[in-house]
């Protein structure tokens, strides 16, 4: 099994529904991310959190919300979807002693 | 903020040839990844080296820290090779931001 699990792997929803993607991870790790990717652009950062009681907004955090339930996991929530985040959505999580992190499979979000 | 830039952006290749892809950054890191998408966009962590050399079958990797840069060495390719290879940096005092990406070199290994 995955030691960073993402749900949905795949999703088509429509403009204007709300979306949560979700995250567990069994690394024991406390830091937690999502990121975006979209073509030829790389990974952008979103939200991070460093423990249940702690979220910080990333580079590009509109229109996002966040939710860390447990240790173990991070949900990431649109709101009201639009067409221009569509896009491949990464959770990752990091360690304390080091900067490496570990990334999810990735969930593909189509919005119409 | 830090700015990653990776060459080439593109690179296609015959099976077996031998390859080396760039990573420069324009400040100072703590730590530096190199990670593999392949076709079913998965990211695999191939090295994480802040500095010095490591090496994985066919792979290896050198961070020369002090002159912000890294490389990232392909022997014998194989088709398997294919996909998107991508620098993350992360700054001191960075940690908690996570890693800063650079926009990638598409491989592609022809058979």
């Known amino acids: 099994d995955a030691d960073v699990t993402q749900t949905p792997r795949n999703r088509i929803t429509k403009t204007g529904k709300r979306i949560m993607l979700e995250c567990s991870q069994t690394k024991g790790h406390d830091r937690m991310y999502w990121y975006r990717q979209d073509p030829g652009l790389g990974l952008r950062l979103i939200y991070y959190?460093?423990?249940?009681?702690?979220?910080n907004k990333g580079e590009i955090s509109d229109g996002y919300s966040v939710s860390r339930q447990a240790q173990a996991k991070f949900s990431l929530s649109l709101e009201s979807a639009i067409p221009n985040q569509t896009a491949l959505y990464f959770c990752?999580?990091?360690?304390?002693?080091?900067?490496?992190?570990?990334f999810g499979e990735g969930s593909r979000l189509t919005v119409l | 903020g830090i700015q990653v830039e990776q060459s080439p952006p593109d690179l296609i290749l015959q099976e077996g040839a031998n390859s080396t892809l760039r990573c420069n950054f324009s400040?100072?890191?703590?730590?530096l990844q190199w990670f593999h998408q392949n076709p079913w966009g998965q990211l695999i962590n191939l090295f994480y080296?802040?500095?010095g050399t490591k090496q994985n079958g066919r792979l290896s990797a050198t961070t020369v820290a002090t002159e912000r840069y890294s490389l990232l060495y392909i022997s014998s390719s194989q088709t398997t090779d294919s996909g998107v290879y991508f620098c993350?940096?992360?700054?001191?005092?960075?940690?908690?931001?996570?890693?800063?990406f650079g926009k990638g070199t598409h491989l592609i290994i022809q058979p």
């Open positions: 990752a999580t990091g360690g304390d002693n080091t900067g490496e992190l570990f």
């Open positions: 959190s460093f423990d249940v009681k702690d979220i």
């Open positions: 400040d100072s890191v703590n730590n």
């Open positions: 993350a940096v992360e700054v001191p005092g960075g940690g908690a931001d996570g890693l800063t």
């Open positions: 080296i802040p500095s």
